[in-house]
């Protein structure tokens, strides 16, 4: 199939969950014979290590750039226009309306935008092209931001209100749309699903598990790992949240445990603020492996977010035993006590790291219960096949009658 995917972001190197769905699922729909031409809206530009990673899986890379965040549109725009802030900030971009007019010329089996948010500069034209179009939403958008919200002044409220309220008339504007919209866990399907009153597929959140199938943790080695994108609140929550009062009750049991804290865009200012010496700080690790095999524990006290989580079905593949949170494992069917432990407050999640440090056989036996579900249910290979199955029945039912 002929497909335009556009994108918001570039998804090289893979800094976040999303890229890293991004470019798996676009080298395996290459590798699958798949021809594709890769729209993107980048806030910095492309060097050359990320063309030479993304060139060969494509026929075409074109890429814009996005106008700086605090500039007078976007500022403009979230106070006055009937768009979301998230839309503002991803839209409202002539260039990119001009690009896609230009690629809408052409003929093509498939075209996919990712994220509701970034629909604004596409929706004329695709309606005056009378293009069907997939939409993938990688979580409830309208439901989120908790997080976010919380940093803000207590008189920036009405706004946050207003524009909560500006982001579901705008989810539901732009799945109306949508030949076919795409969930990435069941519970986002049923509840997008019920919005617009149809089924909705599902498209899960992969893993490469050849990749981390040679890492091999280290119980001895007493160390937790955190893995993150700190341009993503909920992380910035997460960490917070377990270095002031999850570790604290850890270290009263286990002194010597240590943790290392990696991802994109880690705040230099965090090793002030928590300076003790059993807190490690690795910013961005392209390869994880090394970290992993070094590593007893996965800890993720997420609070808030959606969909599914990528940095824990990559500690799953690498056989490392999960402490989390509900949330944290939400839109996996992990079972709690045989494929992760499970806490909701700071004592629990306490006490279910300070079991699997001091009990390795229960580690080990987690690690591979949880690398076995994330084989079975998560490969990328399972995810691009249900995306083909989603291709092939939109092509079905656009397809005239003879």
């Known amino acids: 199939m002929r497909i335009l995917w556009i994108l918001p972001y570039s998804p090289w190197p893979t800094t976040s969950g999303g890229k890293t769905r991004q470019f ?12 594709i031409t890769l729209l993107l809206h980048s806030k910095q530009p492309m060097t050359d290590a990320e063309r030479q990673a993304l060139e060969p899986m494509l026929e075409r890379l ?24 998230l839309a503002c900030t991803n839209g409202m971009s002539k260039g990119l309306e001009q690009a896609a007019r230009t690629l809408l ?7 996919q935008i990712e994220h509701s948010y970034t629909f604004q500069p596409y929706e ?34 009405p706004f946050i209100h207003y524009d909560q309220w ?3 008339r705008w989810e539901r504007r732009v799945m109306k749309h949508a030949a076919q919209v795409i969930a990435v866990t069941e519970q986002d399907a049923q509840q997008l699903g019920s919005m617009l009153g149809r089924t909705l597929p599902v498209v899960v959140n992969g893993v490469d598990c050849a990749h981390f199938a040679s ?35 850890v270290w009263q049991r286990c002194p010597q445990a240590r943790v290392a804290i990696c991802g ?19 910013g961005f690790v392209p390869d994880l492996l090394q970290l992993q095999s070094s590593s007893s524990v996965f800890l993720a006290p997420l609070r808030h977010g959606g969909g599914s989580k990528l940095k824990v079905l990559e500690a799953l593949a690498a056989g490392l035993p999960l402490v989390t949170t509900a949330q944290g494992a939400s839109g996996l069917a992990l079972h709690p006590g045989d494929d992760y432990l499970a806490g909701e407050n700071p004592g629990q999640l306490a006490d279910a790291v300070v079991q699997l440090l001091q009990t390795p056989q229960l580690a080990q036996q987690m690690g591979e219960n949880g ?9 990328w290979s399972v995810a691009a096949a249900q995306l083909e199955q989603v291709y092939a029945k939109l092509k079905t039912d656009n397809t005239p009658c003879a």
């Open 24 to 35: 798996h699922l676009l080298r395996s729909l290459a590798a699958r014979g798949h021809r």
């Open 62 to 85: 074109i890429v814009l750039p996005r106008r700086p965040l605090r500039s007078l549109t976007t500022l403009t725009a979230a106070l006055l226009a009937p768009y979301p802030l």
């Open 105 to 111: 010329q052409e003929s093509w089996d498939v075209v």
């Open 124 to 157: 004329r034209v695709l309606r005056e092209r009378q293009q069907p179009f997939v939409m993938t939403e990688h979580n409830v958008e309208s439901s989120l931001g908790s997080a976010t919200y919380a940093n803000m002044p207590a008189w920036l409220t």
């Open 166 to 168: 500006r982001y579901r």
């Open 215 to 249: 890492a091999n943790p280290a119980p001895e080695q007493q160390r937790i790992l955190f893995l993150g994108n700190y341009e993503y609140a909920p992380n910035v929550d997460a960490v917070k949240w377990m270095l002031d009062e999850i570790l604290p009750l």
């Open 264 to 282: 994109y865009a880690l705040p230099e200012q965090w090793s002030q603020r928590w300076p003790d010496a059993r807190i490690e700080w690795h």
């Open 371 to 379: 690398r076995a579900y994330v084989r079975q249910q998560h490969d």
